[in-house]
């Protein structure tokens, strides 16, 4: 709710440039702009967004990310009406496994998985965005924004404001394995 995602060109590659336009910079937006470009500059996976700059000077803050061709699961499901083959969602829950299983195995829990965090290429293959929400393991359970996340993605533990662990990603991914089942 505090960016704007545009098309663009960064040395001759077709880019995404999440564009902060939020008038107030909170130092919990700032935190979260600032733990997104934290984490993906660590974290190299094929199915996990490629981050390629960062504009950090406020009032023209930016993140360029790898461009998706697609756009996000969620307009692939709810907006277009063409069939596609089960194959294709087996695919697509499969590669979102391999991404979750790398960031856990980093110690990493993203804490806001959801269709429109799943981006999706020509070829079907699958990249994981947003990382605003995402902690270390040991950071769970702390802070400000220690419940967060989108309430129809979240385990209960999150809205009963009890500890909880990476298993709140594994939550996320059933109620997102249901929405594929589902559309």
């Not at 909170?26 to 974290?43: F, G, P, Y």
């Not at 709810?78 to 391999?98: G, M, T």
């Not at 929400?133 to 359970?141: G, S």
Request: proline share 3%; charged share 20%; hydrophobic share 45%.
């Amino acid at each position: 709710g505090f960016s704007v995602i545009n098309n663009g060109t960064w040395w001759g590659t077709s880019v995404a440039i999440k564009i902060i336009f939020d008038p107030v910079m909170t130092d919990d937006l700032l935190n979260e702009i600032t733990n997104e470009v934290w984490m993906l500059s660590i974290l190299r996976h094929p199915n996990i967004v490629l981050l390629m700059g960062v504009s950090s000077k406020p009032p023209n803050m930016a993140i360029v990310f790898e461009k998706v061709s697609k756009g996000c699961l969620f307009d692939i499901l709810h907006l277009n009406k063409s069939e596609i083959d089960v194959k294709i969602w087996l695919w697509i829950a499969r590669d979102v496994a391999r991404a979750f299983e790398f960031l856990h195995e980093s110690g990493i829990v993203h804490r806001d998985l959801k269709s429109y965090n799943i981006l999706i290429d020509d070829s079907f293959n699958i990249k994981v965005c947003d990382f605003g929400l995402a902690r270390f393991k040991a950071d769970l359970n702390t802070g400000t924004m220690q419940f967060a996340g989108t309430p129809t993605y979240m385990a209960p533990e999150l809205f009963q404001k009890k500890s909880y662990d990476e298993k709140v990603d594994v939550f996320a991914f059933g109620t997102m394995l249901w929405e594929l089942a589902t559309r």
